[in-house]
Protein backbone atom coordinates (compact mmCIF):
# COMPACT_ATOMS: atom_id res chain seq x y z
CA UNK A 1 0.00 0.00 0.00
CA UNK A 2 1.55 3.28 -0.90
CA UNK A 3 0.84 6.45 1.20
CA UNK A 4 -0.12 8.16 -2.33
CA UNK A 5 -2.89 6.15 -2.05
CA UNK A 6 -3.86 6.84 1.30
CA UNK A 7 -3.64 10.27 0.41
CA UNK A 8 -5.89 10.05 -2.47
CA UNK A 9 -8.58 8.37 -0.52
CA UNK A 10 -8.92 11.01 2.20
CA UNK A 11 -8.46 13.81 -0.29
CA UNK A 12 -11.40 12.22 -1.82
CA UNK A 13 -13.39 12.21 1.19
CA UNK A 14 -12.36 16.06 2.24
CA UNK A 15 -13.15 16.86 -0.98
CA UNK A 16 -16.39 15.32 -1.71
CA UNK A 17 -15.73 14.24 -5.59
CA UNK A 18 -12.95 12.29 -7.20
CA UNK A 19 -12.04 15.48 -9.80
CA UNK A 20 -11.81 17.54 -6.79
CA UNK A 21 -9.45 15.29 -5.57
CA UNK A 22 -7.51 14.71 -8.21
CA UNK A 23 -7.28 18.64 -8.48
CA UNK A 24 -6.02 18.79 -5.01
CA UNK A 25 -3.29 16.10 -5.45
CA UNK A 26 -2.35 17.25 -8.97
CA UNK A 27 -3.33 14.58 -11.05
CA UNK A 28 -5.92 13.28 -13.49
CA UNK A 29 -9.24 12.12 -12.10
CA UNK A 30 -8.69 8.76 -13.67
CA UNK A 31 -5.40 8.39 -11.49
CA UNK A 32 -7.33 8.75 -8.65
CA UNK A 33 -10.78 6.63 -9.71
CA UNK A 34 -7.54 3.76 -10.36
CA UNK A 35 -5.98 4.11 -7.29
CA UNK A 36 -9.11 3.77 -5.36
CA UNK A 37 -10.50 0.99 -6.94
CA UNK A 38 -7.16 -0.80 -6.30
CA UNK A 39 -6.60 0.52 -2.30
CA UNK A 40 -10.49 -0.96 -2.16
CA UNK A 41 -9.46 -4.63 -3.99
CA UNK A 42 -6.17 -4.48 -1.65
CA UNK A 43 -8.39 -4.00 1.09
CA UNK A 44 -10.98 -6.35 -0.20
CA UNK A 45 -13.72 -3.83 1.70
CA UNK A 46 -15.56 -0.72 -0.66
CA UNK A 47 -14.42 2.07 0.75
CA UNK A 48 -17.47 4.02 -1.00
CA UNK A 49 -20.83 3.39 -1.87
CA UNK A 50 -21.49 4.55 -5.60
CA UNK A 51 -24.70 6.24 -6.13
CA UNK A 52 -25.64 7.36 -9.75
CA UNK A 53 -22.01 8.55 -10.17
CA UNK A 54 -21.91 9.73 -6.39
CA UNK A 55 -19.63 8.83 -3.76
CA UNK A 56 -20.65 8.43 -0.42
CA UNK A 57 -18.13 6.69 2.57
CA UNK A 58 -19.26 3.09 3.16
CA UNK A 59 -19.53 1.71 6.50
CA UNK A 60 -15.72 0.09 6.12
CA UNK A 61 -14.73 3.75 4.82
CA UNK A 62 -15.74 5.08 7.89
CA UNK A 63 -13.91 2.76 10.01
CA UNK A 64 -10.53 3.01 7.80
CA UNK A 65 -10.54 7.10 7.24
CA UNK A 66 -9.51 7.72 11.05
CA UNK A 67 -6.46 5.32 10.04
CA UNK A 68 -5.38 6.40 7.09
CA UNK A 69 -5.01 10.16 8.63
CA UNK A 70 -3.36 8.56 11.51
CA UNK A 71 -0.46 7.17 8.89
CA UNK A 72 -0.31 9.98 6.77
CA UNK A 73 0.30 12.04 9.95
CA UNK A 74 3.16 9.93 11.05
CA UNK A 75 4.31 9.78 7.51
CA UNK A 76 4.60 13.75 7.49
CA UNK A 77 6.14 14.04 10.96
CA UNK A 78 9.01 11.10 9.95
CA UNK A 79 9.67 13.56 6.96
CA UNK A 80 9.92 16.66 8.83
CA UNK A 81 12.38 14.95 11.64
CA UNK A 82 14.20 14.03 8.43
CA UNK A 83 14.36 17.28 6.95
CA UNK A 84 15.57 19.00 10.28
CA UNK A 85 18.04 16.35 11.08
CA UNK A 86 19.52 16.50 7.76
CA UNK A 87 20.35 20.53 8.18
CA UNK A 88 21.71 19.58 11.79
CA UNK A 89 18.44 20.79 14.03
CA UNK A 90 18.76 18.11 17.30
CA UNK A 91 15.24 16.57 18.71
CA UNK A 92 16.77 16.11 21.54
CA UNK A 93 19.67 16.58 23.90
CA UNK A 94 20.68 15.24 27.34
CA UNK A 95 23.54 17.03 29.17
CA UNK A 96 24.48 16.22 32.77
CA UNK A 97 26.30 19.39 34.36
CA UNK A 98 26.94 21.05 37.88
CA UNK A 99 24.30 23.63 38.77
CA UNK A 100 26.83 26.06 38.31
CA UNK A 101 27.48 25.46 34.75
CA UNK A 102 23.68 25.09 34.09
CA UNK A 103 23.19 28.65 35.12
CA UNK A 104 26.91 29.88 33.80
CA UNK A 105 27.08 28.33 30.46
CA UNK A 106 23.91 26.63 29.84
CA UNK A 107 20.92 29.45 30.66
CA UNK A 108 22.97 32.11 28.34
CA UNK A 109 22.84 29.22 25.37
CA UNK A 110 19.23 28.51 25.64
CA UNK A 111 18.60 32.30 25.23
CA UNK A 112 20.00 32.16 21.86
CA UNK A 113 17.41 29.54 20.39
CA UNK A 114 15.34 30.11 18.02
CA UNK A 115 11.74 29.20 17.07
CA UNK A 116 12.87 26.44 14.54
CA UNK A 117 14.87 25.17 17.35
CA UNK A 118 13.10 22.54 19.85
CA UNK A 119 12.14 23.26 23.47
CA UNK A 120 14.85 22.57 25.59
CA UNK A 121 13.78 20.84 28.96
CA UNK A 122 15.84 20.21 31.84
CA UNK A 123 15.70 17.09 34.37
Known amino acids: ME ?6 FVA ?24 LQALERRLGVRLFDRDGGRLRLSAAGRELLPRAR ?18 GHLERVAISAPSTTVIDVLAPFVATLGPDDPLPSLV
Do not use: F, I, K, N
Open 3 to 8: LRTLRY
Open 12 to 35: VVETGSVSAAAERVHVTQPVVSRQ
Open 70 to 87: EVLLGADAVEQAARRLAT
